[in-house]
């Protein structure tokens, strides 16, 4: 097991808030300091990262043997994380050689039940399988956007989704697209392709 030193370890704690007190993981462990460093090394980065923190990561294999970092953080912080999402996942790539880095927010999903359970209320739209699934495609991909979305039905009945990039960004994320096909495929369970559009 890996223990921190104790001020490490408070240190850290601030980028990594776990629910239920749980230990964190080496790589957690890790990406908690990296957050730390970045926001002690880098001044157009350490105002905006003051308050950010993370609540989970995990690694996902994609192809060939190469892994993807997704990091869930909470929803409330979105926005803030968004800010500046770019210029994180740059500097973390560069301490997490050979990995793409990939930010989630945490949703959670409310069943169909959900309005027996609390008395009539309706379920927010935004809670749905659907709608939580849409959301996370989007944040598997930010900040590059959806332009298009097309299902495929297989002969063996089972769907595959073909969701179009905007070619704009064909030269940054073009290298990624299988990173994203897996990240979505763990969290959803869902078949899926990412692609750019063609010239006609």
């Not at 039940?113 to 609390?118: A, E, M, P, Q, V």
């Amino acid at each position: 097991a890996h223990y921190l030193p104790s001020t490490m370890a408070a240190v850290t704690s601030k980028k990594l808030l776990k629910k239920g007190g749980k230990e964190p993981t080496e790589l957690e462990s890790a990406l908690a300091q990296a957050f730390v460093d970045l926001e002690a090394s880098s001044k157009d980065l350490k105002a905006d990262l003051q308050d950010i923190y993370f609540v989970a990561a995990k690694e996902i294999a994609v192809d060939e043997g190469k892994k993807a970092i997704v990091i869930f953080i909470p929803y409330v912080l979105q926005a803030q994380v968004k800010k500046v999402q770019s210029r994180l996942i740059r500097e973390l790539e560069k301490k997490f050689t050979n990995k793409h880095i990939i930010f989630i927010a945490q949703r959670t999903v409310l069943g169909s039940g959900y309005s027996r359970k609390s008395k009539g209320a309706m379920r927010p739209r935004s809670r749905t399988v659907q709608a939580v699934h849409e959301a996370i495609l989007n944040d598997v991909v930010y900040p590059t956007e959806i332009v298009g979305k097309r299902i495929r039905f297989r002969l063996d009945g089972s769907k595959l989704m073909k969701v179009y990039l905007d070619p704009q960004e064909a030269v940054n994320v073009d290298y990624k697209l299988a990173t994203f096909a897996a990240v979505y495929r763990k969290l959803t369970y869902k078949n899926i392709e990412f692609m750019f559009p063609t010239k006609a």
